[in-house]
């Protein structure tokens, strides 16, 4: 496989190859030197000589960052080869201690000039190269540690599908699905009460002839979210962000945040210094969607909806 035609994409392939390569040639070095190892071993058999002492499966599947059953594994391989014994603890007798064999210890003494000719073999190596590869695995691990491989690349998914997303004004043509998405949600955890059926059934008279504004998310010819900014009028705030609603097949994929995003940007091309919005604290996601946004808590006046038991505003600079 020419793994340079596919790119980084193929990195756990090519590391894998790689490792087999390698520890092809381990086996050999083992054989080389007479040693009685199996290279899958070496981890395990390192950390026991050097630490001469005793220690339980747990200990070294930590130590050596190996899963639990795979030490169990390794370490009956090597019981049966005798170069370990296993022993139950004194004060846990659900545990058992594992240390070298007299056998084990003959090796850990028989391999050091294997571990000097091996290791110079591998800095030689590494001078060779322009990227040390040790180095830059070290920073990868230590990377990955930090944010997991598959965290990665749901952030890159959403980045993609973000980009394939196109927000656009309101026109009748909507209507249906505004009406639509804001229904389902609601019903999913509330009632629909009256003020809300007179603004989805006329939003073209309950919102924009009142100076709002509705903005709708398309994916290719799909809406799959919308957000209104209503005209507020005798308050301090200029508009409410409201009617927030995102197809459950398409949650989970930023379009709120970019939705949000999209209908505070508008308020500002309005003139907008000061927005609010009202929600119900057990929609924790849109309630963590706001205070992405920069929305907080406040308390201010009468809410007309039963489901409101939070009120936050933005100022916007």
Same mark, same amino acid.
């Not at 594992?98 to 003494?109: A, C, N, R």
């Given at each position: 496989m020419n793994f340079d035609k596919i790119g980084e994409m193929a990195?756990?392939?090519?590391?894998?190859?790689?490792?087999?390569?390698?520890?092809?040639?381990? %086996?050999?070095?083992?054989?080389?030197?007479?040693?009685?190892?199996?290279?899958?071993?070496?981890?395990?058999?390192?950390?026991?000589?050097?630490?001469?002492?005793?220690?339980?499966?747990?200990?070294?599947?930590?130590?050596?960052?190996?899963?639990?059953?795979?030490?169990?594994?390794?370490?009956? %391989?090597?019981?049966?080869?005798?170069?370990?014994? %296993?022993?139950?603890?004194?004060?846990?007798g659900r545990k058992n201690n594992?240390?070298?064999?007299?056998?084990? @210890?003959?090796?850990?003494?028989k391999i050091e000039k294997q571990y000097v000719d091996v290791e110079n073999a591998i800095k030689n190596t590494l001078e060779q190269t322009n990227h040390n590869i040790w180095l830059a695995i070290q920073e990868f691990e230590y990377l990955l540690n930090e944010k997991s491989l598959l965290t990665r690349v749901i952030e890159q998914k959403k980045i993609r599908q973000s980009s394939e997303i196109n927000i656009v004004p309101y026109s009748n043509e909507y209507h249906f699905a505004f009406k639509k998405l804001n229904e389902e949600w609601i019903t999913t955890y509330f009632k629909l009460e009256d003020i809300d059926k007179k603004t989805l059934d006329n939003p073209e008279d309950s919102i924009l002839k009142k100076g709002g504004e509705i903005l709708v998310a398309k994916q290719e010819n799909e809406v799959i979210g919308v957000c209104a900014l209503i005209k507020m009028k005798h308050t301090k705030y200029d508009y409410e962000l409201a009617k927030m609603a995102v197809s459950p097949k398409s949650q989970g994929k930023?379009?709120? =945040?970019?939705?949000?995003?999209?209908?505070? %940007?508008?308020?500002?091309?309005?003139?907008?210094?000061?927005? @609010?919005?009202?929600?119900?604290?057990?929609?924790?996601?849109?309630?963590?969607?706001?205070?992405?946004?920069?929305?907080?808590?406040?308390?201010?006046?009468?809410?007309? =909806?039963?489901?409101?038991?939070?009120?936050?505003?933005?100022?916007?600079?």
């Open positions: 990195l756990g392939s090519r590391l894998r190859a790689l490792s087999d390569k390698v520890t092809k040639d381990a %086996e050999q070095i083992y054989n080389l030197y007479n040693v009685e190892l199996k290279p899958k071993w070496f981890p395990v058999f390192y950390f026991l000589s050097s630490q001469k002492k005793k220690a339980s499966i747990t200990l070294i599947a930590k130590e050596i960052n190996q899963s639990h059953p795979s030490i169990i594994k390794i370490v009956r %391989e090597m019981s049966k080869a005798k170069l370990v014994q %296993e022993q139950k603890d004194k004060l846990d594992i240390s070298l064999t007299e056998k084990g @210890y003959d090796i850990s003494i930023g379009i709120g =945040y970019l939705l949000g995003k999209s209908i505070v %940007e508008k308020a500002k091309s309005l003139g907008a210094s000061n927005l @609010y919005l009202e929600s119900n604290t057990i929609l924790k996601p849109a309630i963590s969607l706001y205070e992405k946004l920069g929305f907080q808590k406040v308390v201010d006046h009468h809410s007309p =909806y039963e489901r409101c038991n939070i009120q936050m505003e933005l100022k916007i600079n």
